[in-house]
């Protein structure tokens, strides 16, 4: 029969298990952390850091804003901004006609109005600019919408107002609407 060694002590303060960094913390850290999220999270919602919506949006010479330099937005008229360094991720075919202006203007509202988060915030015969706001975090994009009376088309633009990028949110909004837009489309 083997005989076994002389039984050796565990090292120093190795007899208890290791607490994690949480716990070490304990509960006033804990609540501290939680409540300085839950803050954030209320400010979000309320909209105190949803930013201020840009000063120039509209229709200018018959054109719509240039889209910002980050990767956070689409934009219809592109060839007018030839050098962008977002005309070729920004670029985004304009919305369908249905009829004039009016009936056009008035068939994208209900689209717009359709969709969660949306805001209209300026309407006028041929010009729409509306505020889509997230659901969860509450980051704002700002989109304009224009009837061009050349082209018998809806110019747009949609961008985030904070933010490097926008992974996609824009676009995939604004193939909703124009499924909306299109007859036959499931939407």
Same mark, same amino acid.
């Given at each position: 029969? !083997? @005989?076994?060694?002389? =039984?050796r002590s565990p090292p120093a303060g190795s007899g208890r298990p290791k607490r994690s960094l949480w716990l070490n913390m304990g509960l006033p850290a804990l609540l501290g952390v %939680?409540?300085? $999220? *839950? !803050?954030? *999270?209320l400010a979000v919602r309320a909209g105190f850091i949803g930013g201020q919506p840009p000063a120039d949006l509209g229709v200018m010479?018959?054109? $719509?804003?240039?889209?910002?330099? @980050?990767?956070?937005?689409?934009h219809s008229q592109?060839?007018?901004?030839? +050098?962008? &360094?977002?005309?070729?991720?920004?670029?985004? %075919?304009?919305?369908?006609a249905s009829g004039d202006a009016a009936a056009t203007m008035d068939a994208l509202q209900a689209a717009i109005e359709a969709t +969660?988060?949306? =805001?209209?915030?300026?309407?006028? &015969? +041929?010009?729409? =600019?509306?505020e889509f706001r997230t659901k969860w975090v509450g980051f704002v994009d700002d989109a304009e919408f224009w009837f061009d009376p050349v082209k018998r088309v809806v110019q747009l633009r949609s961008a985030s107002? *904070?933010?490097e990028n +926008? $992974?996609? %949110?824009?676009r995939e909004r604004i193939e909703l609407l124009? !499924? =909306? $837009? @299109? &007859?036959? @489309?499931?939407?």
């Open positions: 029969m !083997a @005989t076994a060694g002389p =039984r %939680a409540m300085v $999220l *839950l !803050a954030a *999270l010479n018959g054109r $719509l804003k240039a889209p910002p330099s @980050t990767p956070n937005s689409v592109l060839d007018l901004f030839p +050098d962008h &360094p977002q005309a070729g991720s920004a670029r985004i %075919a304009p919305l369908p +969660d988060g949306a =805001r209209i915030v300026e309407r006028r &015969p +041929d010009y729409l =600019r509306v107002r *904070l933010g +926008d $992974l996609g %949110a824009n124009r !499924a =909306r $837009l @299109t &007859p036959g @489309t499931p939407s």
